[in-house]
């Protein structure tokens, strides 16, 4: 099996590039740097995929994970292989505990979140697609099996692809099981003499004629089980959490209702009349205070008059901010008609009705 190093790599990068673009656009606390990392261990066996009577191995690791949407993760994977140089070389033997070592990049994808939507803590089972590359090393002590000769180690890049079977457990969903079938290709096929001559390609020879058909082994598949903690977030979970629209309303309210030290755009509004012989008194953007035209207008009212009051405000702004203003508008009126001697006998603070509304309170006479 030949495999391209390079178009292996524009692969990996599209996948990843892929998955980030389709990463749900929902909003989610527990997002910081140190948020949503985990760590997990992780062993099984080891097979070669070229001679299914090829021994097994076994492998054991350490994964190291970030969350970066609860669709997109990043894995960050330290291998070990032991009596599992047969599934790479066909006659050599290491002697070694431990017959190769890997460092993996993966990237994560969550398939459940991905199709189903993420509802704010993980499902109990879920399904992940994992594909990234990374570097091995095989270690041989001895030469062609010659223990008078040095070490030759091969440093190999290896792309590895599988799926994650998990199984979130726990009161938080704080611990995950997982199963790990997944396949690892090499990208060369060995060709240097030091490889052939350790085993790393198998030669078979036709004595009658001396031809020599020679290759080797470029795919292993491995399943293990794996243990991950999840360690908790700055939400007070252990993942992602949906941020609560209701919070999110209210905290833009609280934005809102902070008094505006400038306005940028000025609306300029005429003069309204409600009706002959009634006062319209007219307000400032997001102020409630009298001016002195207002002022002159309400001393045109005769003490003793009774009147109503209906305040508005602008469309610009929070509802139930614009609600308070109209409010204020109006308590700011009856305040200095009572000062007058004038019955305010009715309030109504009505904020922004409509899109025409206006920043004005209509004083009709009763």
Same mark, same amino acid.
């Given at each position: 099996m030949l495999i391209n190093f390079k178009n292996m790599k524009k692969i990996t990068l599209v996948i990843a590039m892929f998955a980030m673009a389709m990463a749900t656009s929902a909003q989610y606390t527990g997002h910081k740097f %140190?948020?949503? @990392?985990?760590?997990?261990?992780?062993?099984?066996?080891?097979?070669?995929?070229?001679? @299914?009577?090829? #021994?097994?191995?076994?492998?054991?690791?350490?994964?190291?994970?970030?969350?970066?949407?609860? +669709?997109?993760? !990043?894995?960050?994977? !330290?291998q070990a292989g032991f009596n599992d140089d047969a599934n790479w070389n066909w006659f050599q033997r290491s002697k070694n505990i431990v017959d190769n070592a890997t460092v993996m990049a993966n990237t994560?994808?969550?398939?459940?979140?991905?199709?189903?939507?993420? *509802?704010?803590? #993980?499902?109990?089972?879920?399904?992940?697609?994992?594909?990234?590359?990374?570097?091995?090393r095989v270690f041989f002590p001895n030469f062609?099996?010659? #223990?008078?000769?040095?070490?030759?180690?091969?440093n190999r890049c290896v792309f590895k692809f599988g799926l994650d079977f998990d199984f979130n457990f726990g009161a938080d969903k704080a611990w995950t099981f997982s199963l790990r079938p997944a396949v690892i290709l090499k990208t060369s096929r060995d060709n240097d003499p030091a490889a052939v001559a350790m085993g790393y390609r198998r030669t078979i020879c036709d004595y009658n004629d001396g031809s020599c058909l020679a290759y080797g082994h470029n795919a292993v598949g491995q399943i293990t089980g794996?243990?991950?903690?999840?360690?908790?977030?700055?939400?007070?979970?252990?993942? %992602?959490?949906? +941020?609560n629209a209701t919070? +999110?309303?209210k905290v833009v309210e609280k934005i809102v209702e902070k008094p505006v030290e400038k306005v940028v755009e000025k609306v300029v509004e005429k003069v309204v009349t409600k009706n002959v012989g009634n006062v319209t008194v007219e307000f400032a953007q997001n102020k409630a205070t009298l001016?002195?035209?207002? *002022?002159?207008?309400?001393?045109?009212?005769? *003490?003793?008059?009774?009147?109503?009051?209906?305040?508005?405000?602008?469309?610009?702004?929070?509802?139930?901010?614009?609600?308070?203003?109209?409010q204020r508008r109006c308590d700011a009126v009856k305040a200095y008609l009572q000062e007058r001697g004038v019955n305010v006998s009715d309030v109504n603070a009505h904020g922004a009705a409509g899109q025409e509304s206006q920043r004005v309170v209509y004083v009709t006479i009763k």
């Open positions: %140190f948020d949503n @990392w985990s760590i997990g261990v992780e062993g099984g066996v080891s097979s070669n995929l070229h001679d @299914w009577d090829t #021994p097994n191995g076994g492998v054991a690791g350490i994964n190291f994970t970030k969350g970066i949407t609860p +669709v997109l993760s !990043l894995e960050f994977q !330290l994560k994808i969550n398939l459940m979140n991905w199709f189903c939507g993420y *509802k704010g803590t #993980p499902r109990t089972f879920e399904v992940q697609a994992r594909g990234g590359v990374g570097y091995m062609a099996g010659n #223990p008078t000769k040095g070490g030759n180690d091969l794996c243990f991950t903690y999840h360690f908790k977030t700055s939400n007070g979970t252990h993942h %992602f959490a949906e +941020v919070e +999110v309303t001016s002195n035209t207002a *002022k002159a207008k309400l001393n045109a009212i005769e *003490k003793g008059t009774v009147v109503v009051l209906d305040g508005y405000a602008s469309p610009e702004g929070n509802k139930s901010y614009n609600q308070k203003l109209s």
